[in-house]
């Protein structure tokens, strides 16, 4: 698990994305989310949670390049702007997932990848 969180002047008062990247929800991980969400809801410094459980959503984690779709264009494809809402929307980003082979899963590699390197 990994936090992430935006220097603001909002008083103290943050709005929390929380992604998980599990496909078990009777894993560890999906115990570490149960708990976290039970904290932000107790926690009267998080005024809204909002959660991104990218295998529930079928998130595709695959990078497609070709003529009609490139790389320096993933800022503006559509079909990615609601993570892009999301992530600018969070003031404190919550990462749950579990170490593969050493490294996170594909899927959330995916999804950080077509964020950033767009």
């Known amino acids: 698990m990994f936090c992430y969180q935006k220097i ?10 929380i992604i998980y990247a599990h496909p078990n929800h009777e894993s560890l991980c999906y115990a570490f989310l149960q708990k976290v ?3 932000c809801r ?3 410094v ?3 949670i ?14 497609v390049f070709n003529e009609k779709k490139r790389r320096r264009d993933m ?9 892009r809402e999301q992530l600018s929307w969070a ?13 996170p899963p594909a899927m959330l590699l995916g999804l950080l990848f077509e964020q950033v390197g767009g």
């Open 50 to 63: 909002q959660l991104l459980d990218l295998y529930t959503e079928g998130f595709d984690p695959v990078l």
């Open 37 to 39: 969400l039970e904290g």
């Open 75 to 83: 800022h503006t494809d559509p079909g990615l702007a609601r993570y």
């Open 91 to 103: 003031e404190q980003i919550v990462f749950i997932y579990p170490i593969w082979w050493g490294r």
């Open 8 to 17: 603001t002047n909002r008083g103290g008062i943050m709005k929390t994305l």
């Open 46 to 48: 998080i005024s809204e």
């Open 42 to 44: 107790d926690n009267l």
